[in-house]
């Protein structure tokens, strides 16, 4: 059996990053990702215990989660998913093995119910007790996730130039100027060009853009900042912060 890193890494030739092994992987080289997913077990457990908080191992249901999750990771990497593959891995990795926990949260206390109610149709003290343990474990859960979610945005902002608290700060203050932003944004990433030169050369194209939005030149620059923002939202893979778009389409 070959080193991993002599799979990972061919023979006098320039090292591969990461992110160049995801994208030979996607193209077919199955050798590369059976050696990668290995390499980074690691890496799987350890993003995996931080959400448990307890030491995990490969016998773990978790465990295995998060190597499918860093799997897909690979298999869905690409440059507009930010400039580092383990970070965007971390995202998926976590986001799965929350949703397993919330999951499993959801399940457990209905056999608890049913075994506690009593003859007449009611549910004791304790079982309403579980209830709201299991309604506030996920919660819990979720603002974990939404918080892993604002993490992983704010270091992909840093690629740009900006930050969270700036983006808050320079946000359209009206939801009419909001929604106007979006859609450019939106227009943005739908032609392939144009979120190129976004992704790829980290500038916001305004002269081609003003050719495809009823908004003007100094709005667009005026704007820059919200819609760098909801571009790199649209293109990741943010549950929460999508929300927040629709809500602010919808209002």
């Given at each position: ?55 995990i ?17 690979i298999?869905k ?25 919330r ?102 194209p ?46």
């Amino acid at each position: 059996m070959k080193p991993l890193l002599s799979l990972l890494f061919k023979k006098g030739k320039k090292k591969q990053t990461l992110e160049q092994s995801a994208i030979s992987i996607q193209q077919g080289d199955t050798e590369l990702q059976n050696a990668l997913i290995e390499q980074y077990k690691p890496f799987v457990a350890k993003t995996v215990s931080s959400v448990c908080k307890r030491y995990i191992d490969e016998k773990d249901d978790e465990f295995s989660i998060g190597l499918i999750a860093f799997n897909e990771a690979i298999e869905k990497y690409s440059a507009e998913k930010g400039n580092s593959l383990l970070a965007f891995a971390e995202l998926i990795i976590k986001r799965k093995v929350i949703d397993y926990i919330r999951k499993e949260a959801r399940n457990a206390p209905t056999v608890q119910m049913d075994l506690q109610e009593s003859e007449n149709g009611e549910y004791s003290q304790s079982m309403i007790e579980a209830e709201l343990s299991a309604n506030e474990y996920r919660r819990l859960i979720e603002q974990e996730h939404r918080r892993e979610e604002i993490e992983h945005f704010k270091e992909r902002l840093k690629v740009y130039g900006l930050t969270f608290q700036e983006l808050l700060e320079h946000s359209p203050k009206h939801a009419d100027a909001r929604q106007n932003a979006i859609k450019v944004a939106h227009t943005l990433v739908e032609h392939d060009e144009l979120r190129t030169i976004l992704f790829q050369k980290k500038q916001l194209p305004v002269k081609q853009l003003e050719k495809l939005v009823e908004v003007s030149r100094k709005t667009i620059e005026r704007n820059r900042k919200y819609i760098i923002a909801m571009a790199i939202i649209m293109t990741g893979d943010y549950v929460y912060l999508k929300d927040y778009l629709k809500g602010v389409l919808n209002s």
